[in-house]
């Protein structure tokens, strides 16, 4: 069985000038990762983008598999900075107000860098077993969070099933959203799936009329 790659740095940057090197190997990671994909990104070529020596990059990172698992981690931290500051948004509001701002918030977040969206979606398979869990667990802990706090509003459902309904029901039409390139649509389009998305959460969270 082939020996997966590491994916994880070899140090971190704690000087200013240490940090600026890694941010420009990421951000050409994340450039040619858009513009050639993965199969046609090396270290070499990175490094080259970054404009550091090759001897440099590996001073940080073992090799492509663990700057592209960086990528994603920080892409993820950008999304989930969105979803952090829309749960505290709503954590007061009604389930159907609440709702529509998470779904509107998630079409949001996955339009941030839509390209470099897509070509992780597609790449995170060949590159081994990075670590997108940790972002997974905090999303399903805040949601549930908000719906525990409004229990009564809801019919009576085990909670952790409920949360994991709602966050796979909000993340695949987001998601596909973007898969399908729909960061070209019109936003009226944008809207009405907003609206119909919302209506199907709600649905399944209000007790029946």
């Known amino acids: 069985m082939a020996r997966k790659p590491p994916t994880t740095p070899r140090k ?4 200013e000038r240490s940090r600026a090197t890694v941010d420009a190997l990421v951000e050409a ?11 046609k990104t090396s270290t070499n ?16 990172f073992p090799g492509k598999e663990a700057l592209v698992a960086a990528v994603i981690e920080r892409h993820n931290e950008e999304i989930m900075r969105l979803v952090r500051a829309a749960i505290l948004e709503v954590a007061d509001m009604p389930i159907e107000k609440a709702v529509h701002r998470l779904v509107t918030v ?3 977040a996955h339009r941030i860098n839509p390209k470099l969206h897509r070509v992780l979606a597609e ?5 081994g077993k990075l670590d997108v869990e940790a972002f997974n667990r905090e999303v399903h802990t805040l949601v549930r969070s908000y719906l525990e706090r409004h229990r009564k509003e809801m019919r009576k459902i085990d909670l ?13 039409v987001a998601h596909n959203m973007v898969l399908n390139q729909a960061e070209m649509l019109p936003e009226k389009v944008v809207k009405t799936l907003v609206d119909e998305t919302t209506r199907m959460v709600v649905g399944y969270l209000r007790p029946s009329a």
């Open 106 to 108: 998630a079409i949001e």
């Open 123 to 127: 790449q995170i398979p060949r590159a």
């Open 29 to 39: 990671t994340a450039r040619i990762l858009v513009k050639e994909g993965f199969e």
């Open 45 to 60: 070529r990175i490094a080259e983008i970054a404009g550091v020596s090759v001897g440099s990059l590996y001073q940080y």
């Open 160 to 172: 952790d099933v409920g949360t994991f309904i709602c966050v796979s029901a909000i993340e695949a």
């Open 12 to 15: 971190n940057a704690s000087q």
